[in-house]
């Protein structure tokens, strides 16, 4: 990116930040623009505002684009795929049953939510949460009570992987632009994700369950969802239909394959920065490579096409499920690289150094701001993706300035992603998937999914502070 000497000074630079930021909330509230198209025409909208030169404006734009795409698209793409793969074998059916049956009737609740935080690990949350749905239900009429009690959990699980853990373009978008090492914020993400799923998603969902008592819609489908939401096959018949779905052995080996390989790049290149082992082994250099996040997804991608597809689809089957698992993820891909471009222009032109500068003035610390400013973008326009990716670009130079560890960073990601989850309602798609699928009134989908992503948030961010303050 190029090196801009900032035109103006710090008070037109916050003004013309809050004026961005309100025509982006104009543009996607009001007049329905796309985030991808809004967030472009504001980045260089913004760049002419505070004068960066014009023979390099498209340069800076691009580079921010280009910049996180880099990372986004692979890690996403390849997600992607994985989910795809279990989804269409029966795997998540074969996860969430072996679950209920080893934890039993009294603890089916929190195996429907160990279930969905596994397979949230590569597939998005809308996507995963249509896939359980069917098994949510047939749950719940099984073991009776408010469907509630089972969909909540379960809900929350996708929600707090979607929104903590890489590969999920959110919390990688945010990573890229704040310079966030990926394989440690998977492991920040989970050591923060999943007491704040058992705290706000698994309890209190047991809660509602008991206080809001929302029968099991009647007459729905004990199938995956349609073609056409981004979790049917495609019109390729499932692997239910003509062979055995695969063993849970199997499916919880896939799962669990991509985050050994980065907890073990994480783990060695901490022993290696401490001295405990030669960083300039060869066997380390190995363990780095096959560690690194796109590639450890990329070689689960290769054993599933393996393992999962064998005798179960042909080739050509198989590539028309991976090109199907694509689809879906292009508009979240483009929407994060717009959020790159607009950090990138933020970075640029200075705007981000004034931000810095005022926050270290009042003296608002750093982790905090970022999520104050996620949960006001999130509160004003819906989109948690638009407000995780553009507080990380108003917040970056901050970051920079203040000189964080590794750790450090990683937890200012995860409290933006925490900002970024809170008080879902009326103008977040979430919202209304969760609040329809379920057949909740809207006063009651308020007091039950936005109380619950509201617990995410604060909870999830009370334990990513406390830890900033105690490592």
């Known amino acids: 990116m190029p090196e801009v000497e900032p035109a103006l000074g710090t008070t037109p630079l916050l003004l013309i930040a809050v004026a961005a930021v309100g025509l982006l909330l104009v543009l996607i509230m009001k007049f329905r623009v796309h985030a991808f198209v809004a967030l472009v025409l504001v980045s260089l909208l913004t760049a002419l505002a505070t004068r960066i030169p014009v023979g390099d404006v498209v340069t800076t734009l691009l580079s921010g684009f280009g910049t996180t795409l880099a990372s986004v698209a692979l890690l996403v793409g390849l997600g992607a795929m994985i989910g795809k793969l279990l989804e269409v074998t029966g795997g998540a059916q074969v996860l969430a049953d072996t679950l209920i049956n080893r934890f039993g009737e009294r603890r089916a609740p929190l195996a429907l939510g160990v279930a969905s935080l596994l397979f949230g690990f590569p597939i998005f949350f809308d996507a995963g949460f249509v896939v359980f749905l069917p098994i949510i239900f047939s749950v719940a009429r099984r073991f009776g009570g408010s469907v509630l009690t089972y969909a909540l959990p379960a809900a929350g699980a996708f929600a707090v992987m979607h929104a903590f853990v890489p590969p999920h373009p ?16 998977v492991l920040t993400g989970l050591v923060v994700g999943l007491p704040t799923w058992y705290v706000a998603a698994y309890l209190y969902g047991k809660w509602a369950g008991q206080r809001f008592h929302v029968p099991v819609p009647a007459g729905v489908a004990g199938s995956t969802a349609p073609d056409g939401d981004g979790s049917g096959a495609g019109g390729v018949a499932t692997a239910v239909d003509r062979k055995a779905p695969p063993r849970f052995s199997t499916v919880l080996a896939l799962l669990l394959l991509p985050l050994v390989l980065i907890l073990l790049n994480t783990g060695f290149t901490t022993l290696a920065t401490a001295g405990a082992v030669d960083e300039e082994a060869g066997w380390l250099q190995w363990v780095t490579l096959l560690g690194q996040t796109p590639v450890a997804l990329l070689i689960t991608v290769l054993v599933a096409m393996v393992v999962l597809t064998r005798e179960r689809f042909t080739r050509a089957e198989t590539e028309t499920l991976l090109n199907d698992s694509l689809g879906p993820v292009c508009a979240i891909i483009l929407i994060t690289g717009a959020g790159g471009m607009f950090g990138g222009v933020l970075r640029a032109s200075g705007i981000g150094t ?20 996620a949960t006001c973008l999130r509160v004003a326009q819906g989109s948690a993706t638009v407000a995780l990716l553009t507080t990380a670009g108003l917040i970056a130079p901050a970051v920079e300035a203040a000189d964080l560890s590794r750790l450090d960073v990683t937890l200012v990601v995860i409290a933006i992603a925490c900002g970024a989850t809170v008080l879902s309602h009326v103008n977040d798609s979430g919202f209304w998937l969760v609040g329809r699928f379920l057949e909740m009134d809207v006063k009651t989908t308020l007091r039950t999914w936005t109380v619950m992503e509201t617990l995410i948030g604060v909870v999830g961010f009370a334990i990513a502070w406390l830890l900033s303050l105690l490592v």
């Open 170 to 185: 959110g919390p990688v978008g945010a990573g890229d632009i704040l310079g966030a090492d990926i394989g440690l914020l």
């Open 354 to 373: 004034a931000l810095a500068d005022s926050l270290e003035s009042i003296g608002l610390p750093v982790i905090l701001a970022a999520f104050v400013i």
